[in-house]
């Protein structure tokens, strides 16, 4: 049992003892110019030893030739994706030519349109008292796909 004190008392004495030894001198000034607190040191160079770099990223992004010129919508009904519309509502006539979708776009605005109004990729193509069709307007990829989407107005949960 004395051994075992015996021992315990020297190690904490001899983990205390640096502790204590440094206790009495000065703390270093801090560097003018502080790095940030994630700056790479400028001697530091990657061992790879037969491995990837982690923080390089292995599929490296091609280089555009051309810069991208962002597209500007227009104004109104004219500036919505189909993406981006939703039926609100329709109104319909006994004269098909008289029937109206509302369509609530982003921002919380609505708009009403009938058939043959265009929003920015496609246009209305036919209003019923259930759906609406729209024709895409970009060209299509295969010409036996159908270039049309039909929307419900009161959709199913899950579409």
């Known amino acids: 049992m004395y051994r075992v004190f015996a ?16 206790a009495g001198k000065p703390a270093a000034p801090p560097p003018d110019d502080p ?10 160079k990657y061992d790879a030893r037969g ?3 982690p923080f390089v990223n292995p599929v490296p992004k091609p280089l555009s030739a ?9 104004p ?13 509502g329709v109104v319909t006539s006994r004269e098909p030519s008289m029937n109206v ?3 609530n776009a982003p921002a919380g605005k609505s708009y009403f349109a009938r058939v043959g109004d265009e929003l920015f990729d496609a246009s209305v193509k036919e209003i019923r008292l259930d759906t609406v069709t ?8 295969n010409a036996s796909a159908p270039r049309e989407i039909v929307r419900k107005v ?3 949960p899950g579409e």
């Open 35 to 44: 790095s940030p607190v994630l700056a790479v040191p400028k001697d530091y």
């Open 7 to 22: 021992v315990t008392i020297f190690l904490i004495a001899a983990w205390i003892a640096p502790a204590l030894s440094q």
């Open 134 to 141: 729209f024709a895409l307007n970009s060209p299509p990829i």
């Open 76 to 88: 109104g009904l004219k500036g919505i994706l189909i993406a981006e519309a939703t039926i609100a």
């Open 66 to 74: 051309t810069p991208v010129i962002p597209v500007v919508r227009p």
């Open 101 to 103: 979708v509302i369509i």
């Open 154 to 156: 009161r959709p199913a």
């Open 51 to 53: 491995r990837r770099d």
